[in-house]
């Protein structure tokens, strides 16, 4: 299992950014996915996730009408459409499947400062 994140950066408040998550070495399309978050000081916290069947999962209300997860299965790739960003969406960005496998990836960056 190979889990790939990528697209964090530096941005500043009420900007966007899109996250992309490539993964390999399993069924893809029959698994859920979900992007977490880690914010200096704290545990990671699930997000977002999205069903094999395209069901949308909401853990945080926080990213509500903000945040919009998406998947191509041809591409194995899950994305996080990250709008009207606020300082405290500052954290390191992972994704995993449902169920989570062991080995993360290695998360991206996403800073949100003026």
């Known amino acids: 299992v190979q889990i790939v994140e990528s697209g964090g950066g530096l941005v500043q408040p009420g900007g966007s950014l899109r996250l992309s998550c490539r993964a390999s070495g399993f069924a893809f399309s029959s698994y859920g996915m979900t992007w977490s978050r880690q914010a200096p000081g704290k545990e990671r916290e699930l997000v977002i996730g999205i069903t094999s069947t395209g069901y949308i999962i909401n853990y945080d209300d926080s990213v509500k009408g903000r945040f919009t997860i998406s998947r191509t299965n041809i591409g194995k790739t899950v994305y996080l459409q990250m709008d009207s960003l606020k300082p405290e969406d500052t954290a390191v960005y992972y994704c995993?499947?449902?169920?989570?496998?062991?080995?993360w990836g290695q998360g991206t960056q996403v800073t949100v400062s003026s």
């Open positions: 995993n499947a449902i169920p989570p496998f062991d080995n």
